[in-house]
């Protein structure tokens, strides 16, 4: 048997933090916290989000370049959800002549005059196949808490990004699926849902990890919902896919990850189907020092 590690990580755009949760000054390195986290986690497939690439707020770091470094990524791929640059209670201001999805790779020209911010799906085992899309934001936002600032902050909604690699494993080939979804109940429901019937065409198993939005049993009904849809030809095979998806998609791991300091909900998940319950090993979510999410990280024996 191999095991391999599976994690998710929100980055919080690789922000520092102190034991009490406020933000710390970036070194002068200030992609060393972002390695050092990432190197801590010895992950063989890892899933991030909120990552910045160039971004003033965290030194024009390449976080991905950074973080694919770190975990020794054979391959990794970044989907920038949004070209342009924060702009603090307002959303972002983005750049015109980059409107839509892009995708950055290691061999793509490292341009600094393009500052993005999305996803990123790295992975030690080789890919056999990439694909990304992009979500739109949802037309309003909602007060929330955010690092550094007390009480309620009105923050928009803002694209997200997912990627999906097909990776050669030990046992065969299996469907990892990278994803950031709106904090907008109900808008965040409909991308897991969709999500589920872009890999559609892709070979189980499917791992899909991320920072969800979501809590509970609810990712995980939604995925299985979905699955069921899918299976519409008959109405006999729609009756078994509902018999029978609470048994396929599940939770390989159920562990609060937020907020970092004092974790009381879980709002990053890894789900699964096709992956047998009795070969997930060791759950873990270790706090790093970076970002207000811990990682969310899983052995999986194949």
Do not use: C
Request: hydrophobic content about 40%.
């Amino acid at each position: 048997m191999t095991t391999l590690r599976i994690a998710t990580y929100n980055l919080l755009h690789g922000q520092p933090l102190a034991p009490d949760g406020s933000p710390t000054p970036y070194p002068g390195e200030p992609g060393a916290p972002l390695a050092d986290a990432v190197a801590s986690l010895d992950a063989d497939v890892l899933a991030l989000q909120e990552v910045d690439r160039h971004q003033g707020r965290s030194g024009r770091t390449d976080q991905a370049a950074v973080a694919a470094k770190a975990m020794g990524a054979a391959d990794w791929r970044f989907a920038a959800a949004v070209h342009g640059v924060p702009a603090p209670g307002a959303g972002w201001i983005t750049d015109p002549d980059r409107p839509g999805l892009a995708v950055y790779g290691p061999g793509d020209p490292d341009d600094e005059s393009r500052p993005s911010y999305g996803t990123a799906l790295l992975t030690r085992l080789p890919v056999l196949h990439w694909r990304a899309r992009r979500f739109a934001p949802a037309p309003f936002g909602l007060p929330l808490r955010v690092a550094g600032r007390r009480g309620l902050t009105p923050v928009p909604d803002e694209p997200r990004a997912a990627l999906a690699a097909v990776l050669a494993g030990p046992g065969g080939e299996f469907t990892v699926v990278a994803a950031h979804l709106s904090f907008v109940p109900g808008w965040n429901v409909g991308q897991l849902a969709a999500i589920r019937r872009w890999i559609a065409d892709l070979p189980q198993p499917y791992l899909v990890l991320g920072d969800f939005n979501l809590i509970g049993a609810v990712p995980r009904t939604v995925l299985g919902s979905a699955h069921a849809i899918q299976r519409t030809a008959r109405r006999e095979r729609v009756r078994t896919a509902r018999r029978t998806r609470l048994q396929g998609w599940y939770d390989l791991a159920r562990t609060p990850t937020y907020p970092a300091h004092r974790p009381t909900v879980q709002f990053d998940h890894i789900l699964g189907i096709g992956v047998p319950r009795s070969s997930v090993g060791s759950v873990s979510a270790p706090r790093t020092g970076v970002s207000d999410h811990r990682p969310l990280v899983v052995d999986i024996e194949v």
